[in-house]
């Protein structure tokens, strides 16, 4: 018999939970017998001791993980009483192998055996000497077989464990980390969660504080953070397309509706549109139908407090044009703080409507006028309390008409300062939803 094509056999030495050992041309064979998972991860454990021997340069051998083909192989050396190394003893006791376990050569060591050397592989047993020191040679290696034997078997049944870390919320090489040293083995599978950090560990299996054996496996879900498109959801009722976004994980943000020969309550499109990336948790509008026109005209919808954007999209989409002035106010960037006309309004097609959009996050007065004005007046006013939470519209009276000097929601003590240019008499007038509050003459 010939051992993976490369080992004739001469003699089978032992046979014992389903490990062969083999002597072959020019040394010996462990050949494993893998068919459970238990097989698999005893050979696994075995096949991680050698490595760490070979990694210190203690040990020469042969591995081989094929399928069908699990042995490791060692060439025959002469074999020395000497005691293993202490770094040798260290990296194999987080595997559950030990002294019982090395065959021991002048140079390093000769084998690694799967079982303890206490007598049952004697092809494995170091060479006894002539003397040694008076004591009679059998009985001395009858004590130490005996020795050996009970350390073996007291591995064997009672291996090392060790308790599983918590693991959760680690990133993958902190997880790595702590498990490096233990004897316990990793697995890896994808999560998806965009609502925390790409990498790290989302779950574990089993839970922190488990004690388990040497070799035994801990796994890991590893979150890839994945962000879901918006699906396309034009043509659908609004109840499907609510349930659909609701099973994604999305939120309906808000609903526009306008005449369209579809029918009532069809979507007919979205915002932010199919296919763009968002998050959990993150909302969409819905521009819904209203039915087939009655006349050529189409009310208005609130865009107050929606950005920009948003009120351009549901504008355009109802084939209205659009002004937009820009205005200093402390309301968001890009937030529609006015309309014209108001919501309701009778809209004719391709009519238009002008909005008023906040700009920059701090108040900016205008510039002053080109030069030639008359005089120059100065403003320096901190709101009153009044003007907590309700609109505010300031603006600025002279002969050449009037002129809006701030507009925007009011906040309690904000400060609004500036110089302007006027043409004979001049006043500030200040109102509070649309209501006059105060008026004066700088």
């Known amino acids: 018999m010939v051992l993976d094509d490369r080992y004739p056999v001469l003699e089978t030495l032992e046979s014992r939970e389903g490990i062969t050992l083999y002597r072959v041309e020019g040394g010996f064979v462990f050949f494993f017998d893998v068919k459970t998972p238990e097989d698999k991860e005893r050979f696994y454990r075995y096949r991680a001791a050698l490595k760490r021997l070979m990694e210190l340069g203690l040990l ?17 050396k002469t074999l020395s009483r000497k005691a293993p190394p202490r770094k040798a003893l260290e990296a194999l006791a987080p595997l559950g192998f030990g002294r019982e376990h090395l065959a021991m050569a002048e140079e390093g060591v000769a084998y690694l055996a799967p079982w303890p050397l206490s007598g049952r592989a004697p092809s494995l047993k170091p060479r006894s000497r002539p003397r040694l020191l008076g004591v009679a040679p059998g009985v001395l290696l009858l004590v130490l077989g005996v020795f050996l034997l009970s350390q073996g078997l007291y591995r064997y049944f009672n291996p090392p464990e060790y308790t599983v870390p918590d693991l959760v919320g680690k990133t993958a090489r902190e997880a790595f980390l702590l498990l490096k040293d233990t004897g316990l083995t990793l697995a890896v599978e994808e999560g998806n969660d965009p609502t925390k950090p790409k990498e790290v560990v989302l779950a574990q299996d089993p839970p922190p504080g488990t004690r388990l054996r040497a070799g035994r496996t801990v796994r890991l879900t590893l979150n890839q953070a994945r962000l879901n498109p918006v699906p396309g959801l034009s043509g659908l009722r609004r109840e499907e397309a609510e349930a659909r976004l609701r099973a994604l994980g999305f939120r309906v943000e808000g609903v526009a509706e306008l005449p369209s020969p579809e029918p009532l309550g069809t979507v007919l499109a979205t915002f932010p549109p199919a296919g763009t990336p968002l998050a959990p948790g993150g909302g969409v509008r819905l521009l819904l139908s209203q039915g087939a026109p009655s006349g050529p005209t189409w009310p208005l919808p609130r865009l ?18 659009v002004e937009v002035e820009e205005v ?74 009037e002129r809006v000097v701030y507009e925007g929601m009011g906040q309690a003590g904000l400060r609004l300062e500036g110089t302007y240019p006027v043409q004979g008499e001049a006043r500030f007038r200040l109102y509070l939803d649309g209501v006059l509050f105060q008026e004066w003459v700088p």
């Open 60 to 76: 020469e051998a042969h591995v081989s993980a094929k399928p069908g083909r699990h042995y490791a192989f060692f060439p025959e």
């Open 304 to 321: 107050v407090g929606l950005s920009r954007k948003e009120a351009l999209f549901l504008l355009n989409a109802a084939g209205l044009k």
């Open 328 to 401: 200093p106010s402390g309301a968001p960037q890009d937030t529609v703080i006015a309309q014209e006309p108001a919501p309701g309004t009778p809209m004719p097609e391709g009519s238009g409507v002008r909005l008023r959009v906040a700009v920059q996050g701090e108040v900016l007065l205008p510039p002053a006028p080109p030069p030639g004005a008359e005089r120059s007046v100065s403003l320096a006013l901190d709101l009153p309390p009044e003007a907590e939470g309700r609109e505010v519209r300031l603006v600025l009276l002279d002969q050449s008409g």
